[in-house]
């Protein structure tokens, strides 16, 4: 563990990519420990989905196969049947058992003591589906008393919309691969103040335009040590989401000079 407490990370947060998804099986429980073992991480970004029987759940594909041991569709599959999946092992043996967690077991072990980026996850499912899944996400945070401890994120406006409407309370971000001129005044009349950008459309125009309308902006997602030693240098304060904190530290190390 490595408590650095500098400047640096105070202006860069670490957001730890689906927890700390370099070392552990992503969007698990043991993925969040690792993050929460590890002071330099300030926030942790997971992704939810819908089961059948309407359950928030941590999973990023629409599918079972890359990140279990089971086949088929996430929304075909109630929670219980989702838990009873191995979610580790095809990581390393070591993670063998893993769950697919629920929203509502990774907010009991992070809340307090690090915030979150929940990126609902809208691909293939229809406007209903959308519908279903802000409410159910909406409704567990309320539950959980979390509304101002996350960001709510998604690469569809419209989810956002609807999840203003569920939970004004609640602050959202919009992702986004890239970024035009004006784009942070257009995210204030939204009501989003925190901008999810590819960190290759990163620039400090971008950043000033962003500051000026109060929108915090997160870089993702960056893995590779040069990109992460570029980010460093860069003055202007963002967020940086990547698999592997231990690199964005090395990264803040080598610019400092430690």
């Known amino acids: 563990m490595t408590d650095l407490g500098r400047p640096d990370l105070d202006s860069h947060p670490c ?18 420990r690792m993050a929460l073992a590890e002071p330099a991480v300030r926030w942790i970004e997971l992704d939810v989905r819908l089961s059948r029987d ?4 941590v999973i990023h594909d629409p599918t079972l196969q890359r990140t279990t041991n089971g086949t088929g569709r996430v929304a075909d599959r109630t929670a219980r049947e989702l838990a009873r999946l191995d979610a580790g092992g095809w990581f390393h043996p070591s993670f063998a058992g893993e769950p697919v967690p629920t929203l509502e077991q990774a907010l009991e072990l ?8 929940i990126e609902l996850k809208t691909d293939e499912t229809d406007r209903a589906g959308i519908e279903r899944l802000v409410r159910a996400t909406a409704d567990v945070l309320k539950a959980a008393r979390l509304t101002e401890e996350v960001v709510v994120s998604s690469f569809d406006p419209v989810c956002l919309g609807d999840l203003r409407w569920h939970a004004p309370d609640l602050r959202l971000g919009l992702i986004a691969k890239r970024y035009v001129p004006g784009f942070a005044a257009t995210l204030r009349k939204m009501g989003v103040t925190f901008l999810a950008l590819d960190y290759r459309r990163l620039s400090p125009a971008a950043l000033a335009e962003c500051a000026r309308h109060g929108v915090d902006v997160m870089a993702w997602t960056v893995n590779r040590l040069r990109d992460l030693e570029r980010l460093a240098a860069m003055p202007e304060p963002f967020l940086v989401c990547t698999n592997h904190p231990d690199r964005w530290l090395a990264a803040v190390r080598n610019q400092a000079g430690w």
């Open 15 to 32: 957001v730890a990519h689906r927890g700390w998804s370099g070392k552990a099986p992503e969007n698990t429980l043991a993925a969040f």
């Open 110 to 117: 992070v809340a307090g003591r690090c915030r979150l980026n």
């Open 54 to 57: 309407g359950v928030p759940v």
